[in-house]
Structures are given as C-alpha cells and as structure tokens.
Nanobody, 120 residues
Framework: QVQLQESGPGLVKPSQTLSLTCTVS??????????WSWIRQSPGKGLEWMGAIAYDGSTDYNPSLKSHTSISRDTSKNQFSLQLSSVTPEDTAVYYCALSPGHLGDFGSWGQGTQVTVSS
C-alpha cells in the first residue's frame, strides 16, 4: 500500500516561498499512470487542488495558482515537492499530498496533512 508523508516548515512569513516535500513509500513515483498531487484546505473552506506531477515528470496546475506554484520531483529519493511563492496569510492551510492511481482526480491515497501558517 502506498503511503505519503508531508514535511516542511509550519510557519512561513508573508512574501516568502512555502516549500513542502512529500515522501512516498510502498510505491514508486515513476509508476506508469500515477499522478501525484498537492491539495490544500484553508480554514472554513473546501479542498483546493493545487497541481500535480505525473509519472513521466509532466506537470499540471490549477490555473488560479499557476503563476506562483511549482511542483518538482526527486526520483532518487522517491519524493515530490511543492513551492508556492509570494505567500500571503490567505495561503494559510492544511496541505496534503495525494496519489491518483490511473486517473488524475481520483485520489486513492493521502498523506496526513501538514499545517502551514503564513504570518509575520
């Protein structure tokens, strides 16, 4: 069974870059037709899909976030990462990484989530 674990700082200052890493175990991030997403949930709001990196390294982003979002991977460590630049307090959220095995959007496995607060 694939397991995902988010890691990164819990506090980021406004205008800085938020960086999170998702470590995957029990499966390879290069497995064909696996899609690896970042999703967040802000206080009082629903889940927001931010973007994904596919098994072949291609990426796809939420258009509303694309201008300051970047997703990359390190296949040697079986990890993928999120960078969100120029953050504001509105980026305060619980951030999740998730796997879609076969069809992007059908999330089969999730990390436990990590709280990130944007505050000075």
């Amino acid at each position: 069974q694939v397991q995902l674990q988010e890691s990164g700082p819990g506090l980021v200052k406004p205008s800085q870059t938020l960086s999170l890493t998702c470590t995957v175990s029990g499966g390879s991030i290069t497995t064909t037709y696996y899609y690896w997403s970042w999703i967040r949930q802000s206080p009082g709001k629903g889940l927001e899909w931010m973007g994904a990196i596919a098994y072949d390294g291609s990426t796809d982003y939420n258009p509303s976030l694309k201008s300051h979002t970047s997703i990359s991977r390190d296949t040697s460590k079986n990890q993928f990462s999120l960078q969100l630049s120029s953050v504001t307090p509105e980026d305060t959220a619980v951030y999740y990484c998730a796997l879609s095995p076969g069809h992007l959007g059908d999330f089969g496995s999730w990390g436990q989530g990590t709280q990130v607060t944007v505050s000075s």
